[in-house]
């Protein structure tokens, strides 16, 4: 099956620095992923797309200099928060699309919980 | 854009029982509804999902159903276990674009 690894699981780390979380497709590539954000008890909230190559698309009310995506290979994504506060506590999560075209189905990562003290 | 209702927001069965969760879907262009388990502190697990061309799906226990008509689509889960609690999210895909919306999720406990 499809694999989607997410690195680290968990961060804490001190207001004002920077955090990167990395999502990897395993076993395919994947030309997009996708960058989630989730409340505690709430749903997942789509953050950005992350196209190999490319530069990213952001929701609305997310800001791109804040949560900058990287996708630099066909099989890795990377979303940094700089300079992070506590409010950017969360759990984020990244998934990854085997197909082209953007009907295939969505592997997720298992989720990093960054807490920022 | 879509918009994707879900309930109930939480569901409490005994164990041996039936689980039926419901959403419905606003964008008729929608063509793909998936269903996922997520369980505490990790990342969303497909577990099943249908395309609208489809009326029913199932696989061991787990089965869902899709009414285009009415837009919308059900997971139903026989023979309970523990091991199901969990929270499930529904999700309908658009057509041509790979965004995907989320219902808002329940919290399914298998009472032993």
């Known amino acids: 099956g499809a694999v989607v690894s997410q690195h680290p699981s968990r961060v804490i780390c001190k207001s004002g620095t920077s955090v990167k979380i990395e999502c990897r497709s395993l076993?395919?590539?994947?030309?997009?992923m996708f960058w989630y954000r989730q409340f505690p008890k709430k749903s997942l909230m789509l953050m950005a797309t992350s196209n190999e190559g490319s530069k990213a698309t952001y929701e609305q009310g997310v800001e791109k200099d804040k949560f900058l995506i990287n996708h630099a290979s066909l099989t890795l994504s990377t979303l940094t928060v700089t300079s992070a506060h506590p409010e950017d506590s969360s759990f984020y999560i990244c998934s990854a699309s085997r197909a082209s075209g953007g009907t295939g189905e969505l592997f997720f990562g298992e989720g990093s919980r960054l807490t920022v003290l | 854009g879509e918009n994707v209702e879900q309930h109930p927001s939480t569901l409490s069965v005994q164990e041996g029982d039936s689980a039926v969760i419901k959403c419905t879907y606003s964008?008729?262009?929608?063509?793909?509804f998936p269903w996922y388990k997520q369980e505490l502190g990790k990342g969303p697990q497909l577990i099943i999902d249908?395309?609208?061309?489809?009326g029913e799906k199932k696989d061991q226990r787990i089965a869902v159903t899709l009414n285009k008509t009415a837009k919308h689509f059900s997971l139903h889960i026989t023979e309970t276990q523990p091991e199901d609690s969990a929270v499930y999210f529904c999700?309908?895909?658009?057509?041509?674009?790979?965004?995907?919306?989320f219902g808002i999720g329940t919290k399914l406990q298998v009472i032993p």
């Open positions: 964008d008729s262009a929608s063509n793909y």
């Open positions: 076993d395919f590539q994947a030309t997009t």
């Open positions: 249908i395309r609208s061309n489809v």
């Open positions: 999700a309908a895909y658009s057509g041509g674009y790979q965004k995907v919306t």
